[in-house]
């Protein structure tokens, strides 16, 4: 199964909240999990990624947290601020022997943060 | 360096014409892929390409094909656009050596099909 399913849709947290976005996948040859960040009119750029070798990773404000065995994934963003909302796509690729595969994304989380 | 550059930026066609949307990246990535964007469906795989003269099919590649001539350049086609592929797409390149694996998107080609 190819899928990496996110929640929430949307999101709306208070300026200095923590915004948690959840992934879970099924297929467990995927081994790179990556975040991108997407602004209105531009296009996703990459935020932080993890591989499954380690359960945290944490880039200034934003974490990502890991669990293998659960084939979860989420991405935390701490004091959340209003330059944050955007739209926030999970995704995850793996390593066809070649060279690392087509990433699959999630549907995407609106981040809304309220000043 | 200009990145992934997409042209045009805004398309309008009718039903039945055909179009190219163009894609070129600077980067010297021998990967290149066209997703289209569509609301709630987040990023679909179209087409992809693992280096010149070689593209593969993605999730939904109906209705659009691809060439890979350069390094630089992978054209995305609509032969015969519909209502359907109305949507936002956009052409993203990386490196695909594992560990190097960010792939940098273009700003997007809104396509309206009425």
């Known amino acids: 199964q190819q899928q990496v399913k996110q929640s929430p849709q949307s999101l709306i947290v208070q300026k200095g909240g923590i915004s948690i976005i959840n992934c879970a996948y099924e297929?467990?040859?995927?081994?790179?999990f990556p975040w991108y960040q997407q602004f209105p009119g531009k296009g996703p750029a990459l935020l932080i990624a993890?591989?499954?070798?380690?359960s945290e990773k944490k880039e200034g404000r934003f974490t990502i947290s890991f669990n293998k065995s659960a084939k979860q994934f989420s991405l935390h963003i701490m004091d959340s601020q209003p330059g944050d909302s955007a739209t926030y796509f999970c995704?995850?690729?793996?390593?066809?022997?070649?060279?690392?595969?087509?990433?699959?994304f999630g549907k995407g989380t609106k981040l809304s943060v309220k000043p | 360096n200009a990145g992934v550059t997409q042209t045009p930026k805004f398309q309008v066609l009718k039903t039945g014409q055909s179009m190219t949307l163009q894609c070129a990246q600077d980067?010297?990535?021998?990967?290149m892929s066209w997703y289209r964007q569509d609301p709630g469906m987040g990023l679909r795989l179209i087409h992809y390409?693992?280096?010149?003269?070689?593209?593969d099919q993605g999730e939904v590649p109906n209705g659009y094909n691809v060439s890979r001539s350069t390094t630089e350049d992978f054209p995305l086609r609509l032969l015969s656009a519909a209502p359907s592929q109305t949507s936002v797409y956009f052409c993203?390149?990386?490196?695909?050596?594992?560990?190097?694996?960010?792939?940098?998107f273009g700003q997007g080609t809104r396509l309206t099909v009425v």
């Open positions: 993203a390149s990386s490196s695909r050596w594992k560990g190097t694996t960010e792939a940098f």
């Open positions: 297929n467990t040859a995927f081994d790179y």
């Open positions: 993890i591989r499954p070798d380690v």
């Open positions: 995704a995850a690729s793996m390593y066809d022997g070649g060279s690392q595969g087509n990433l699959i």
């Open positions: 980067m010297n990535h021998e990967y």
């Open positions: 390409s693992v280096g010149a003269g070689i593209t």
